[in-house]
């Protein structure tokens, strides 16, 4: 579990030029095994709360909790929760480091000082998991985004995390690339307990989640199921987020006189299942 | 017509082992004062494309023509024709050298050595069409620009040659929803305020459904659909079979067309999705309340 108390956190200097906090009074949790899209307009505070919970960054006020060890207790248990929380960038090219599929795999592995049959069995199976076996021995630069993204995931899931944080991951991506990307990280989560905090842009990819945090001018705007969240349509335009389309085209329905559909519409197969009934 | 593109075959690295037939029998034409997409999954011949309008690939069969003139045939000059027509590479911002904007705008009036005052005129002008206010960011460092800042100086640097037309090399890729309508809308109004002709790359269809004149589908280095973006999205099934990334109103227009085969797919906006689905739907209780009601 990893507990955010309170945390309130703002960049170096922008204190003076009266610039508020990246992220004020940030409190929640998350829980094993959990699926979460967080979701908010640029300068919402997505990537700061990333970035506190890899302890990449350190809470100035409140603390951050992963398993039982604070970020900020420093010393061994900072590299416990690295190793715990790995997170996955927005442009993979920040995070490929190595020349080839394989090494990349196994650069993180190699560094956690794993005997190398152990490295050799957690790369075959990353080759695997994220369809990089055709590319294992391809050098890195002659991939395409989707396949770096990929690559980046499978070199981050090879160190055994717990949470696996994925920073706008879709951006760089076209869509049927991305869709597979998040169904791939979602089975993941249900097969081996590990938890997801997907940051984006995009509303038409909450659906799927098991949760949704929305974030606004640092602060949690709303926080339940997609339905739940849905359902605040004013604070979500007020927040520059729009409902998405579907949602949208099952109330236009409801609104000329449709009033048996459901209020909030997630996904196509929810929609046809809705319009069937009227059938 | 500004290009006329016919028959157009190009090997890329031809002579070794990695030689890739990239256009196979490419034609197209590229009307004046118009936004043209060519639309088309990674490899299709989209960049290659692109590069061989500007004479930077020599085709290896068939011609290449601008205003009707073979580019290729003397006495066609082909420095001038760079000059006439811009473009802006895929991720421009990496290919931004000098330390400030203001320096890095003026690089092609000044290499064109006209006078400072007639530079810094061009300069003011290019800034301020690409949405950056010129004393604001004149004297800023590149590197203190953010990603999406970088791609518009790069693109007020182009502009700064006073070209007749600009060819965007997947301008969009990479940017965040906001960073992605802004420059959409940039795109738009290079058009109807300076009457650039306007040609752009794209893997998706979402991104210029809304703004293209004229659509071209490239797949294996051909073109295989071309037309208005109607047109073209009329053709979704083929489209999503091409590996092409249709707008999220196609997406569920086509969706729904399992339930009703006969349901339109070229639609571009919510509007027009609701009124063709309506068509199909049995009607609603308080509509027929309403009807039968004396």
Known sequence: MIEVNNVTFRYSGEAEEGIAPALEEVTLRIDEGETIALIGHNGSGKSTLARLLAAIVLPQRGSVIVD?????????????????VGLVFQNPDDQLVTNTVIDEIAFGPENLGLPRFEIEERVEEMLDLLDLRPYARHA???????????LAV????????????????????????????????????????????????????????????????????LDGTPASVLRHREELERAGLGLPLITQLG?????????????VILTLDDLKAALCSLK | MLFEVKDVYYTRMRGTPFAVEALKGCSL??????????????????????????????????????????????????????????????????????????????????????????????????????????????????????????????????????????LFDEPTAGLDPQGR?????????LKTERRLTIVLTSSSLADVAMLADQVIVLHEGRVVLSGSPRTVLAHAEELLALDITLPEITQIALGLRSLWPALRCDVLTLDELEEELVRFLPHAASQETQLSSP
């Open chain 1, 251 to 263: 109330q236009r329905l409801r609104a000329r006189g449709w009033s048996q559909l459901p209020e």
């Open chain 1, 154 to 221: 499978a070199g981050v899931l090879a160190m055994r995390p717990r949470y696996l944080i994925l920073d706008e991951p879709t951006t760089m991506i076209p869509g049927h690339t991305a869709e597979q990307l998040l169904e791939t990280v979602r089975r993941l989560a249900r097969e081996r307990g590990i938890s997801v905090l997907h940051i984006t842009h995009h509303m038409y990819e909450l659906a799927d989640f098991d949760r949704v945090i929305v974030m606004n001018r640092g602060r949690v705007l």
């Open chain 2, 29 to 166: 034409t590229i009307p004046e004062g118009k936004i043209t997409a060519i639309v088309g999954p990674t490899q299709a011949g989209k960049s290659t494309l692109l590069l061989t309008l500007l004479g930077l690939f020599q085709p290896s069969r068939g011609s290449v023509l601008f205003r009707g003139q073979d580019i290729h045939q003397a006495p066609f000059d082909l420095e001038a024709l760079r000059l006439r027509v811009g473009i802006v590479f895929q991720s421009p911002e990496a290919q931004l050298f000098e330390e400030t904007v203001g320096k890095d705008v003026s690089f092609g009036p000044r290499r064109k050595k006209l006078a400072p005052a007639q530079s810094r005129h061009l300069v003011q002008e290019s800034l301020e069409a690409v949405g950056l206010p010129y004393e604001e960011f004149r004297t800023r460092y590149i590197a203190s620009l953010s990603g999406g800042q970088k791609r518009r100086v790069a693109i007020a640097g182009v502009l700064a040659l006073e070209p007749e037309a600009i």
């Open chain 1, 140 to 150: 890195v630069s002659d991939l395409s985004q989707g396949q770096k993204q990929r």
């Open chain 1, 68 to 84: 039982g060890l604070r970020t900020d207790a420093g010393g061994e248990s900072l590299w416990q929760i690295r190793q715990s």
């Open chain 2, 181 to 189: 309508q802004e420059l959409l809308a940039l795109l738009q109004r």
